[in-house]
Nanobody, 125 residues
Framework: QVQPVESGGGSVQAGGSLRLSCAVS??????TGWFRQTPGKKREGVAT????????YYTDSVKGRFTISRDNTNNTMYLQMNSLKPEDTGMYYC????????????????????WGQGLQVTVSS
């Protein structure tokens, strides 16, 4: 299967914005979204969107600041990140999974069908 193609990321000061993009087919799995990981911590779900219904889920710490969207005409998913905080720093991974549950705290990540290579996001104070 085709590996997701990620773009975006980088470094920004606290309060700034970044946008991540990921080309990933919903044919792999209907829920596509982003995880993030910092050294020494488990990878955690950040946001996800269902390719058909448009339903979304956000982890509590990003609600009101991040917006996930998807353009099915080109199989691309976007994560608009506003009001960034230093604690948002980490590697962000695009992923696709059959169920929303993959993004919930403590989820079994073996359910994820495919991962992107990861993008570094660094937010300085």
């Amino acid at each position: 299967q085709v590996q997701p193609v990620e773009s975006g990321g980088g470094s920004v000061q606290a309060g700034g914005s970044l946008r991540l993009s990921c080309a990933v087919s919903s044919a792999i799995a209907p829920w596509t979204g982003w995880f993030r990981q910092t050294p020494g911590k488990k990878r955690e779900g950040v946001a996800t969107i269902h390719a058909s219904t448009g339903n979304t889920y956000y982890t509590d710490s990003v609600k009101g600041r991040f917006t996930i969207s998807r353009d099915n005409t080109n199989n691309t998913m976007y994560l608009q990140m506003n009001s960034l905080k230093p604690e948002d720093t980490g590697m962000y991974y695009c992923a696709a999974s059959p169920g929303l549950g993959s993004w919930l705290p403590g989820a079994d990540l073996t359910t994820v069908r495919i991962w992107g290579q990861g993008l570094q996001v660094t937010v300085s104070s």
